[in-house]
């Protein structure tokens, strides 16, 4: 008698099956999740560049108009103006980062 090893059809599509069941759960978690990361990682940013705003008053003895300026000066990286949820960071008159909201 033949000893045939190896998996059938069947078992093959099941195991198929179980495969995109768990992707199709886990999905929405992740995207869940993504957004709640960039959120964080935006307040992150923002204490950041506050740090570097009160390092450029330090060091010029006034505020930034903006932050072209931090970048001019070489306190933010080029093009480092967005949080990464997509959104700007302003700086207003008494220095204070904060986001701006995106319209959507």
Request: with cysteine; hydrophobic share 35%; glycine share 6%.
């Amino acid at each position: 008698m033949k000893n045939n090893k190896g998996f059938t059809l069947i078992e093959m599509l099941v195991v198929l099956l179980i495969i995109t069941i768990l992707i199709f759960v886990a999905i929405p978690n992740i995207t869940k999740h993504s957004t709640s990361i960039n959120n964080k990682g935006c307040e992150a940013y923002i204490s950041m560049v506050q740090g570097q705003v009160e390092a450029y008053e330090m060091e010029f003895h006034q505020l930034p108009k903006d932050t072209a300026e931090l970048v001019s000066k070489d306190y933010l990286t080029s093009g480092k103006t967005k949080c990464p949820n997509g959104n700007e960071i302003s700086i207003d008159s008494n220095g204070k980062v904060s986001e701006v909201k995106s319209q959507k």
